[in-house]
């Protein structure tokens, strides 16, 4: 065996320009494996450092009222191994059980969930930091970590398939440039699974030598990448910086799946040449070789007859014999037509991506009349008016005062039976915590039975309030309602809002809600689970429930609200001077959004984004090229002998030249629909994804069709380049020699 | 018809030189059946490859039918060779994806010329090649590709045929066959008809013989 494998070390050494690009080419192979599984290692490490930063090191939380609630969790947790920390706080207003397990992984909140089966969990609220369960490969499908992994595991498929194509088409071609070499071999007494296994040590010659070499490059690109990793995550969310990770266990994973490309790559050929009948290559020298299945090809079916019509019409005899040429070359070419392929469908999904996020980020501002926004609190209403009117003066009027102690909730009046309602709420600067609701008739009549109210009372804008002290969640934080007191014959001015967020009426717009009774809560009063502690029935089909507004609202009793907004030229500067002002206030508090930092931000993310995806659309270019070139530069040879035969017998260079184009646009057109076909299936199905947040309409991805048929014809290019470098070397004579040896 | 002027061909291998042509002139009359003969090395086959002008002189000059071949640009050589010349090789050389009635027709569609259905017809009997003609060479033994090489040859109706060794792959029935339709194609139509060969049972059919030796001429003999 080792005079074979000496072999195979002169074979690759002989065709040393094959060689090296065969080796480029895994190297970039083995770099885009080593950037994305140690950006995933990274990735883990910005996930557990922001989860830390934001919400602390323990995994789970629970909050109760009552201690003794989660005295029963304490001892339970404390006997078990499983969780290395257990800490009850009782300091404050609600008891708080802090929880860290030992050792997080894939299956932490599955677990969890089996235990705390076990314990009864009524006026429990319980949390846990799914961020930093995240970062520790936590599986479960609420957390998100499942469409990460789903991106990470499309993006390796991808990578693999046009690794294992390229890869595959160069290992077959170096088979078949030794398929003589084999027959004597075989002829001589090799067996099949020695001369297999010339193959593979062919192969693993190539991934053992480019792998330290594409490792490093990998780790190399991604610190290069990493200004744009970080622009990516922050357009996402408020991520800190990337600090590259390098993990083992990751490391062990990218020699695996560089080692599982390279057995799939060369099993094809390895098992071909097994198979290889010693007396039809050692035929071969005499004259140009043509497989069974070739012959089939360049057999004419009426297809076939319709296609050379068409064909000759446009390109006469050089377009025929290109033809017939495409169709016996079909077999040879396919892997990395293919490959090909998956780059103009890369390059149309990132259009496509392009396109979507640019309109999502449109809509999502383009309705906006303003790009700053101001939220002052104070308990001092007189000196919040002060503040808020010297806030306007600095803006030179710019911003403009929206609303006052209020809270922005969700939809507008009317509203339908089940649907939520908002409104604002001006009081007597005092905190209402209400959503506003809407009942049916039947609850309304079986409100008014059961508490006996005169139901022709309610009319027009009066209303029944419901005191309703059930705990709230606010921004994911379990808080008890804040009682209000509200009596018969009270006035509430109420705002009603618009379906977004963002946009507010203007102030004198409110409605004024009579209080026409007051009643005590009852689930079945609000028909959704609502955190409110004050409902107010407005009318038979409104009724008023006031939810605090997030995020602006403060919790404190008695503290007011301001809010301006206004579109400003300079939102920057206003920002900074409209902060460098509160910072000087003690008692009022604010929060500024500017939202032009916002679009930026968002912006920078998409085009983090882009840069990646276009980055690894580059490499995986590069690959295909690599394969091209060899496979070109191989195939070619053997067809230099054609081209002399072509020419002595009377065929101009020019007519050469112009076989070699129709040639090139037939494979051209191979790769090019394919993969036209499937980026416009990827791009709808994109579209897909986003409709279910945003209305996007869908668009041809012109541009990535454009970019992949640029790469196609620089692939064209190359290819005739090669040849006719070749052609250049060799004359007619010594071409019409060739074997003859 | 032809005339070689001081042709001399040199290699270059490496470090030694090799004169495969070492001052040749020659005169070859239309219609002359001409045999090159000699050992191998003799530079028989560059001659050959000379007067097709498949290959470059390092000197001297080759005229066909008044035209400085040498001097021609390549698109000029590739339409002179298939207007005017038919080539024949030893390893028949044909185009694999073609059939056998493509092969022969591929010179005059190369001139986008019509086809005369009829002399292919004739020809393809002639070749004994009627009922093979949809088949692709692969699909043919070794004396068949030859006469397909040799319709190829013909099908044009050139003035000049270059054939190099023609039986050198053949056994004695199919040599007979070739050197047939050769001895055919000089006395029916005319044409000049010069032929490489080592064997000089096959070069005996020829009406002129040239003996080459170490690049030079060394007999020429009218038989």
């Known amino acids: ?741 | 018809m032809i005339t070689i002027q001081n042709l001399t061909k040199i290699y270059k291998i490496g470090d030694s030189t090799v004169i495969a042509l070492d001052n040749v002139n020659l005169e070859i009359k239309k219609g002359e059946f001409l045999a090159i003969t000699g050992p191998s090395g003799s530079g028989k086959s560059t001659l050959l490859h000379m007067m097709a002008g498949v290959d470059i002189p390092t000197s001297g000059n080759v005229f066909i039918e008044g035209k400085n071949i040498n001097k021609l640009q390549p698109s000029e050589q590739a339409i002179f060779r298939r207007r005017h010349i038919g080539m024949i090789y030893q390893s028949f050389n044909l185009i694999p994806t073609l059939t056998v009635e493509e092969n022969i027709i591929l010179p005059l569609m190369l001139d986008g010329k019509k086809i005369d259905r009829a002399m292919l017809m004739s020809l393809l009997e002639l070749l004994g090649l009627s009922e093979r003609r949809k088949h692709l060479p692969n699909q043919l033994s070794g004396g068949q590709q030859q006469r397909v090489a040799i319709g190829r040859g013909l099908m044009s109706k050139p003035s000049l045929i270059l054939a190099d060794e023609p039986t050198g792959n053949l056994d004695s029935e199919n040599t007979e066959e070739v050197l047939t339709l050769l001895r055919a194609a000089n006395e029916n139509y005319d044409q000049t008809i010069i032929m490489v060969s080592h064997d000089e049972n096959v070069s005996s059919i020829a009406k002129r013989r040239i003996f080459m030796k170490d690049g030079h001429i060394a007999l020429d003999k009218v038989v």
């Open chain 1, 1 to 741: 065996m080792k005079i074979l494998f000496i072999s195979t070390l002169r074979h690759i050494k002989k065709h040393f320009i094959q060689t090296l690009l065969t080796f480029f080419m895994t190297i970039l192979i083995i770099a885009v494996l080593s950037a994305i599984f140690n950006f995933a290692a990274s990735f883990k490490d910005v996930l557990r450092r922001w989860a830390i930063d934001t919400s602390g090191t323990y995994h789970y939380k629970f909050v109760a009222e009552d201690a003794n609630k989660l005295k029963e969790l304490e001892e339970g947790f404390k006997k078990d191994s499983w969780f290395s920390e257990v800490f009850l706080d009782t300091e404050d207003r609600e008891a708080v059980l802090f929880v860290t397990v030992d050792k997080p992984g894939l299956f932490t909140t599955r677990i969890m969930k089996d235990k705390l089966s076990e314990y009864s969990l009524d006026s429990i609220y319980q949390d846990h930091n799914w961020e930093l369960l995240v970062s520790y490969g936590d599986l479960c499908k609420e957390n998100g970590m499942y469409a990460f992994l789903l991106i990470f595991i499309i993006i390796i498929t991808i990578i693999t398939l046009a690794s294992v194509l390229t890869l595959g088409a160069v290992l077959k071609i170096s088979a078949f440039q030794r398929e003589r070499d084999f027959a004597l071999l075989s002829s001589i007494g090799t067996s099949g699974s020695q001369i297999s296994r010339m193959i593979l040590f062919e192969s693993m010659i190539y991934i053992l030598i480019a792998l330290p070499f594409g490792l490093v490059f990998g780790i190399y690109l991604l610190d290069l990448s990493r200004s744009r990793l970080d622009a990516m995550l922050k357009g996402l969310e408020k991520f800190p910086p990337v600090e590259i990770v390098i993990s083992i266990p990751f490391m062990i994973a990218i020699i695996i799946a560089s080692g599982g490309i390279i057995l799939v790559s060369t099993y094809p050929p390895a098992k071909k040449a097994a198979k290889i009948r010693p007396i039809e290559a050692l035929r071969q020298n005499q004259q140009i070789h043509i497989s069974k299945w070739e012959q089939k090809q360049t057999r004419n079916s009426a297809l076939s007859n319709f296609a050379t019509k068409i064909i000759s019409r446009f390109f006469q005899i050089e377009g025929q014999l290109a033809y017939k040429t495409y169709k016996r070359f079909k077999r040879r070419y396919y892997p990395v037509l293919m490959a090909m392929s998956v780059n103009i469908a890369l390059c149309m999904v990132l259009s496509s991506f392009s396109h979507y996020t640019n309109d999502v980020i449109s809509m999502t501002y383009s309705g906006m009349d303003y790009n700053i926004n101001i939220h002052l609190s104070c308990d001092d209403s007189k000196l919040l008016g002060q503040t808020a009117n010297e806030l306007v003066q600095i803006s030179d009027n710019q911003l403009s005062l929206i609303r006052q102690t209020a809270f922005e909730l969700r939809n507008p009046l009317p509203l339908s039976e089940t649907g939520y309602g908002s409104g604002l709420f001006q009081g007597s600067g005092r905190q209402p915590d209400a959503v506003l609701l809407s009942v049916d008739e039947n609850t309304l009549n079986s409100i008014c039975n059961r508490e006996g109210i005169d139901k022709n009372t309610l009319s027009g804008n009066t209303g029944i309030f419901i005191n309703d002290e059930r705990t709230w969640r606010n921004d994911g934080v379990q808080e008890k309602g804040r009682p209000y007191h509200l009596e018969t014959g009270d006035i509430l001015p109420v705002y009603s809002t618009h379906v977004s967020d963002l946009e507010l009426s203007k102030p004198n717009d409110a409605i004024d809600i009579k209080i026409a009774a007051v009643i005590d809560y009852s689930p079945e009063y609000t028909k959704v689970d609502a955190p409110t502690s004050l409902v107010i029935l407005v009318s038979e089909d409104t009724f008023l429930s006031l939810e605090p507004c997030r995020p602006f609202a403060e919790r404190d009793v008695g503290t007011h609200n301001v809010i301006l907004r206004g579109m400003v030229d300079e939102a920057d500067v206003l920002e900074n001077s409209t902060s460098t002002y509160l910072d000087k206030q003690t008692q009022v508090h604010g929060n500024i959004y500017n939202y032009d930092e916002q679009i930026r931000g968002d912006q920078a993310g998409i085009t983090g984004i882009r840069y990646l995806l276009t980055g690894l659309i580059i490499i995986l270019l590069f690959i295909c090229m690599f394969s091209n070139f060899i496979v070109t530069w191989t195939i070619a040879h053997g067809r230099i002998k054609e081209f002399s035969i072509l020419s002595s017998i009377g065929m101009t260079p020019e007519s050469i030249r112009k076989m070699k184009k129709v040639e090139s646009l037939l494979n051209s057109i191979k790769a090019l629909v394919p993969g036209t076909a499937v980026g416009i299936i990827c791009s709808l199905f994109i579209q897909k994804i986003y409709l279910t947040e945003y209305n996007v309409s869908w668009s041809f991805p012109w541009l990535g069709l454009f970019i992949g048929i640029l790469i196609l014809i620089f692939a064209s290019v190359l290819s005739e380049c090669v040849i006719n470098l070749l052609m250049r070397k060799i004359s007619i004579v010594e071409g019409v020699r060739i074997n003859e040896i």
